[in-house]
C-alpha cells in the first residue's frame, strides 16, 4: 500500500504531535482499531508518520470485539489485512461486553462499553510491553465532549490530548484532536478504505449523536459556534465567572454578621 497523507491533514497531525509532544524514540504505541473511519485513518497515518518524523517508534493494533454482533470476528480479518498491508501487527480480542451490559441494567450502556473497551486496551497494552495507547478522536470528537459537559454536568471539561495513566504505567494519545470528523471521512473515502460499521446496537442514538446534531444545527444559526467552542477549551479562555460556590459554614458566619444584634 502506497502511503500518502495531503500536506493539510499532515500539517494538523504533526502540529499535534510537536505541541503536545505525543512521541518519543522508542515509543511502543498500541494503536485503537475498531474499523470505523477515525480508527482506520490514524492507523494509517501513524505509519506515514513513522517513514517521516525523526522518531523510531513501533506501531501495533488491537481491535476489541465486544460481542454485540456474532459476525464481527469474520469481519475483523479485513482489519487484520489491512494491518498486514502497512507492516503493522494486529491483534484481535473477545470481550463480552454486550453481556456485562446486559447484566447491568441500571448503568448507562455507553459507560459501560468504554470503561470495558479501556480495560481491555490496557491490558493488551501492557502484555505486549506497550508503553503508549493511541486513540482516533479527533477536534469534533473533543468540542463535542466539551459542550455535552456543560450541559450534563455544568462542567467545562474534555478529554486531553496526553493523559498519563499511573495505574496503568501507560500514556494515552490522542494525535488527532486538529484533525476534522470531514476532513477524515473525505479522505477514507478517497482511498477507498473499506470501513466497518459499529456493532453497537445503539449507535447514532446516544446522548453524543444528540449533541453532535444539535452543534450542528446551532452552527447554522452562528456560524462560528465550532471555532468558540474549540477556542472555549483551551485554559486561557475562561473570562469573568463568578466565585466558587461557598460551604454552608462559610455562608453561616456571613449571614450572622448580616443579622441585627436586637433580633
Not at 502511503?3 to 497531525?13: G, M, N, R, T, V
Not at 463480552?96 to 459501560?112: E, R, S
Not at 446522548?207 to 467552542?229: A, C, E, G, S, Y
Request: with cysteine; charged share 30%; glycine share 4%.
Amino acid at each position: 500500500m502506497e502511503k500518502i497523507l495531503p500536506q493539510q491533514l499532515f500539517s494538523k497531525l504533526i502540529r499535534a504531535v510537536v505541541e503536545f509532544d505525543l512521541i518519543q524514540d522508542g515509543d511502543k504505541i498500541l494503536v485503537g482499531l475498531s474499523g470505523g473511519k477515525d480508527s482506520l485513518f490514524l492507523t494509517y497515518a501513524l505509519t506515514v508518520l513513522r517513514e517521516k518524523i525523526a522518531r523510531n517508534f513501533s506501531l501495533y493494533a488491537l481491535t476489541v470485539d465486544p460481542q454485540f454482533d456474532e459476525n464481527f470476528e469474520h469481519t475483523s480479518e479485513k482489519l487484520k489485512k489491512f494491518c498486514d498491508d502497512l507492516k503493522i501487527p494486529h491483534k484481535y480480542l473477545k470481550t463480552d461486553i454486550a453481556g456485562t451490559i446486559a447484566a447491568q441494567k441500571n448503568k448507562k450502556p455507553c459507560f459501560t462499553c468504554a470503561y470495558f473497551r479501556r480495560a481491555a486496551v490496557n491490558r493488551v497494552a501492557n502484555e505486549i510491553g506497550a508503553d503508549k495507547v493511541a486513540y482516533a478522536h479527533h477536534l469534533d470528537d473533543a468540542v463535542e465532549t466539551f459542550f455535552m459537559s456543560l450541559l450534563s454536568s455544568g462542567q467545562l471539561t474534555t478529554f486531553l490530548p496526553k493523559t498519563f495513566l499511573s495505574r496503568t504505567n501507560l500514556t494515552v494519545i490522542r494525535p488527532l484532536i486538529y484533525l476534522r470528523e470531514f476532513e477524515i471521512e473525505k479522505f477514507v473515502e478517497e482511498k477507498n478504505f473499506e470501513v466497518v460499521k459499529s456493532p453497537c446496537p445503539i449507535d447514532g442514538k446516544t446522548n453524543r449523536q444528540t449533541v453532535k446534531n444539535l452543534i450542528t444545527d446551532l452552527n447554522k444559526i452562528f456560524p462560528d459556534l465550532f471555532q468558540h467552542l474549540t477556542a472555549a477549551m483551551r485554559k486561557n479562555s475562561v473570562g469573568e465567572l463568578w466565585d466558587e460556590k461557598k460551604s454552608r459554614q462559610d455562608m453561616k458566619k456571613i449571614y450572622y454578621s448580616y443579622v441585627k444584634k436586637n433580633l
